[in-house]
């Protein structure tokens, strides 16, 4: 089955600075990947996700890019706010994020510091 | 619009002990998932349901059985409970041909 790796696992910055965080996955027919943001007690929420037909997508300050060869995607947040502070996690799935199942990463806690 | 509603968010059992997490949403999803959150273990997948009448094992099955009642719920059972089924179990759903999981608000379960 599929396996999501994801680096780092906690990750700390300087307000204004950019962060990235790396996720590698294993099978090669996946096609969907999302981000999930999850603030302390609260439910995880999708933030951004980019299929397998597009390399890179951006929202604002949050960017995905997505190679394909290397099995690879990762976050970038640009001027990153205290706000940003939460546990981030990379998913991936093979039926383009119709119906089966989604496999998460282990996930990062960023904390952005003032 | 109440989205995904897990019940209950807090429950204290011995081992050995049965009990079963109730989950219902009112988006017409067709699929339906839980999952498990342990510390530095990211969220793992228990079972899922992808459209009414079917249901598959996940990352973790063991220890577990689900039941999708109708389109709306899909409880999770824990028929004997083990001190390392402690976690916070969380309910999601999505629309076919859309990606987004749609979360409850979790229940922590705690087995003693």
């Known amino acids: 089955g599929e396996n999501v790796e994801q680096h780092p696992s906690t990750l700390s910055v300087q307000e204004g600075d950019s962060a990235v965080i790396k996720c590698t996955y294993s099978?090669?027919?996946?096609?969907?990947f999302p981000w999930y943001k999850q603030e302390l007690g609260k439910r995880p929420q999708l933030i951004i996700d980019?299929?397998?037909?597009?390399g890179e997508k951006k929202d604002q300050r949050i960017a995905v890019t997505l190679n394909k060869t290397a099995k690879h995607f990762s976050l970038h947040i640009t001027e990153t706010q205290p706000e940003d502070s939460a546990v981030y996690f990379c998913?991936?799935?093979?039926?383009?994020?119709?119906?089966?199942?989604?496999?998460f990463g282990k996930g990062t806690k960023l904390s952005v510091k003032p | 619009n109440a989205g995904v509603t897990q019940t209950p968010k807090f429950q204290v059992l011995k081992t050995g002990q049965s009990m079963t997490l109730q989950c219902a949403q009112d988006?017409?999803?067709?699929?339906m998932y839980w999952y498990r959150q342990d510390p530095g273990m990211g969220l793992r997948l228990i079972y899922y349901?992808?459209?009414?009448?079917?249901?598959d094992k996940g990352e973790v099955p063991n220890g577990y059985n689900v039941s999708r009642l109708n389109k709306r719920e899909f409880s999770l059972r824990l028929e004997s409970a083990a001190p390392s089924q402690t976690s916070v179990y969380f309910c999601?759903?999505?629309?076919?041909?859309?990606?987004?999981?749609?979360f409850g608000e979790g229940s922590r379960l705690t087995v003693l």
């Open positions: 349901s992808a459209s009414e009448g079917t249901t």
């Open positions: 988006m017409n999803h067709n699929s």
């Open positions: 099978d090669s027919a996946s096609n969907y």
């Open positions: 998913a991936a799935s093979r039926d383009g994020g119709s119906q089966g199942n989604l496999i």
């Open positions: 980019i299929r397998s037909n597009v």
């Open positions: 999601a759903s999505r629309l076919a041909g859309a990606g987004e999981l749609f």
